[in-house]
């Protein structure tokens, strides 16, 4: 799975980075968010940020651990029916053969980069570019056929040993059938994360269409009819590789080509049939950064892994990016103003410190207390993890310095 829209009279696009895949999405690679930290240490004023008003913590059904910011899902796991169709699938292949290759393709996709870019290719070939100028004999003419030749070919080898080699994978029958066993499950578990999260927060939209680009084994489909049970009109599903579009279009048909499909509305294309403009109003944060070694925000969802795959752990965990967009104006939603946390709490003695997407695109590091803050803001705290709403209720005044040992500081970007 690498990227999903879904659209109807109010437009939203879901943006989802599969991280074993994420080499594919050069089509979207703008909407990844870096990790960037400002030079100025904050934390939360005292008795000036609080829980939400909007969230009744009196209420008797009200629990810290399951407050109205927690995004993630239970342990995920694939519908009975389609579990079922991929026990027929794989029926027809030599399971136990297949399992050292399915090892190894999930191994090389956890280690795969994305490609280099040509700016980046250009930096790192200024180097051996003045190298070989500075080391040729007194014969070297820069604008000769023959030395530029020579030239290219000495920077090339040594970029070749320096850069990062990207390849592109051939998904022939097996090789598809190896990814149906090691990733099918991981990326059922975050796109129906992400269509979750559409539901919980908007729960009388339901999508009329849903473009997949990168639709791979059509992941999506099975995500968007357990969450919207089957209100989805359409599917437009976009992959290069026509054996991926075979076991796809296999699994729809309860793992028998020969069967009728059991969702009927789906269509395989090899190409992507229209060219999405999907911007957000406000910029990331995180794109200014100038460090080399940065990290995307990312979240964690835990599922079951297919039988067939003879995982001895019940519950793995899945680790992607994702981006929800929604076409026209800002609305005023009661968890609008709610930031995000981009980073693992991090849990210390009497106090939690967080990492924060707010919605006024800026990044900050509170600190919160159960002293200054209140018990029912710090206990939310403290269950929420990476990916989650913060019920806060004014994220924006989040300008004071901390006290002395609180907190950590920004370094400028």
């Known amino acids: 799975m690498a990227a ?5 009279m109010t437009y939203f696009s879901v943006v989802l980075f599969s991280y ?4 594919r999405l050069n089509l979207f690679k703008k909407y990844i968010c870096n990790i960037n930290r400002y030079s100025t240490a904050v934390t939360v ?10 969230v009744d913590t009196n209420s008797s059904t009200f629990v810290h651990r399951k407050h109205p910011g927690i995004l993630k899902c239970r342990n995920v796991q694939l519908p009975v ?6 026990t027929v699938l794989l029926a027809k292949y030599p399971v136990h053969e297949l399992k050292d290759q399915t090892q190894f393709l999930v191994n090389y996709l956890a280690s795969r980069k994305r ?3 040509d700016t980046e290719l250009r930096k790192h070939a200024i180097k051996p570019e ?5 080391n040729s004999n007194s014969d070297y003419i820069p604008d000769r056929p023959k030395d530029i030749k020579k030239r290219k070919t000495i920077v090339m080898n040594k970029l070749k040993r320096s850069i990062y080699h990207w390849q592109t994978i051939t998904y022939n029958e097996m090789v598809s059938v190896a990814y149906l066993m090691g990733r099918f499950a991981a990326n059922y578990a975050a796109i129906y994360r992400a269509f979750n999260e559409i539901k919980q927060r908007e729960p009388d939209f339901f999508p009329e269409a849903i473009l997949d680009f990168g639709s791979g084994l059509c992941t999506s489909v099975w995500a968007a009819e357990a969450t919207w049970d089957n209100k989805v009109k359409e599917y437009m599903c976009i992959d290069i590789s026509k054996h991926m579009h075979a076991v796809a ?4 048909r309860d793992g028998d080509e020969n069967r009728e499909r059991t969702v009927q509305n789906v269509f395989q294309r090899h190409f992507i049939p229209l060219s999405p403009q999907c911007q957000h109003d406000l910029s990331c944060p995180k794109t200014t950064s100038t460090k080399e070694n940065i990290e995307p925000c990312n979240c964690v969802q835990e599922y079951k892994p297919i039988k067939e795959s003879k995982v001895k752990s019940n519950s793995l965990r899945e680790r992607f990016s994702y981006v929800i967009l929604r076409k026209g104006a800002r609305q005023n939603r009661a968890d609008g103003h709610w930031p995000r946390l981009v980073e693992p709490v991090i849990q210390r003695s009497r106090h939690v410190i967080c990492n924060l997407c707010c919605a006024n695109g800026q990044l900050q590091r509170p600190v919160i207390t159960k002293t200054k803050h209140g018990k029912d803001l710090y206990r939310c705290t403290r269950h929420s993890n990476q990916g989650d709403l913060l019920p806060i209720s004014h994220p924006d005044t989040l300008t004071d310095p901390p006290s002395e040992g609180e907190g950590q500081e920004f370094t400028g970007q």
């Open 4 to 8: 999903s829209c879904i659209k109807d």
């Open 20 to 23: 074993p895949r994420l080499s």
């Open 45 to 54: 004023k005292k008795h000036q940020t609080t829980m939400d008003e909007n």
């Open 81 to 86: 029916s389609l579990q079922e169709s991929i």
């Open 115 to 117: 490609p280099v870019e």
């Open 130 to 134: 003045n190298e070989f100028a500075t």
């Open 249 to 252: 279009d296999a699994l729809l």
